[in-house]
């Protein structure tokens, strides 16, 4: 079992920036692909960003990309969104996912992770 929990959600104005992190405990944090998605009131679960286990392949959806990075410190069982240049439609719960079932590819999928966090609310106002 893996749990993990997000922070660093808030309010902010258009075109600023917030970075969102998730500490994990439970399992190996290494052995984790992990991933961020978004989700807002009566719309399906969005895709974000993903990272391999180590590090070294990061995924983006085209509606993020060049703006948000995704990275993890696995050191400190971490990782972490960086969101720059926000707009108001990137208003949503963003939460991360954790998935250790595949060895040699990333998720992308909601239905392929595992584990959930609870979720933090981002706001951007105009």
């Known amino acids: 079992q893996v749990q993990l929990v997000e922070s660093g959600g808030g309010l902010v104005q258009a075109g600023g920036s917030l970075r969102l992190s998730c500490a994990t405990s439970?399992?190996?944090?290494?052995?984790?692909?992990m991933g961020w998605f978004r989700q807002t009131p009566g719309k399906e679960r969005e895709f974000v960003a993903a990272?391999?286990?180590?590090?070294?392949?990061?995924y983006y959806a085209d509606s993020v990309k060049g703006r948000f990075a995704i990275s993890r410190d696995n050191a400190k069982n971490t990782v972490y969104l960086q969101m720059n240049s926000l707009k108001p439609e990137d208003t949503a719960v963003y939460f991360c996912?954790?998935?250790?079932?595949?060895?040699?590819?990333?998720?992308?999928?909601?239905?392929?992770?595992?584990?959930w966090g609870q979720g933090t609310q981002v706001t951007v106002s105009s």
């Open positions: 990272i391999s286990r180590g590090g070294g392949r990061t």
């Open positions: 439970g399992r190996t944090f290494s052995n984790y692909a």
């Open positions: 996912a954790a998935d250790g079932t595949r060895l040699y590819y990333t998720p992308r999928g909601g239905s392929e992770y595992e584990y």
